[in-house]
Nanobody
Framework: QLRLVESGGGLVQSGGSLRLSCAASGFTLEYYSVSWFRQAPGKEREGISC????????YYTDSVKGRVTISRDSTKNAVYLQINDLKPEDTANYYCAAAYGHSDDYCGSGRILDLKSGEFDVRGQGTQVTVSS
């Protein structure tokens, strides 16, 4: 069974940092582009970052650029999202999704974040991030 499990969320004060993890089981994550999304109650899903399968491309949406770093650890079959200088507006459920067979540019341009949830091969349930002011 292909699974992605997120962890690392929690309650943090404004200005703090969190490192979110996206761990894969049942498949080799390094062959997939991985995207991070977030969704707050009553709001649309927002694609915030992606990393290509060969790690040659990454993308950050404007709302998080300069505060977020995406990375991989193939030995742990995982992708990470480091978020610094957290703000109350970052409060949301954060989840990762994996897609196979896309070019590096599809992630590097950010277009992969426009895929619908069902178009990803695997997605996780998410981890809640709550930022207090």
């Amino acid at each position: 069974q292909l699974r992605l499990v997120e962890s690392g969320g929690g309650l943090v004060q404004s200005g703090g940092s969190l490192r979110l993890s996206c761990a894969a089981s049942g498949f080799t994550l390094e062959y997939y582009s991985v995207s991070w999304f977030r969704q707050a109650p009553g709001k649309e899903r927002e694609g915030i970052s992606c990393i290509s399968s060969k790690e040659s491309s990454s993308y950050y949406t404007d709302s998080v650029k300069g505060r977020v770093t995406i990375s991989r650890d193939s030995t742990k079959n995982a992708v990470y999202l480091q978020i610094n200088d957290l703000k109350p507006e970052d409060t949301a459920n954060y989840y990762c999704a994996a897609a196979y067979g896309h070019s590096d540019d599809y992630c590097g341009s950010g277009r992969i974040l426009d895929l619908k949830s069902g178009e990803f091969d695997v997605r996780g349930q998410g981890t809640q991030v709550t930022v207090s002011s």
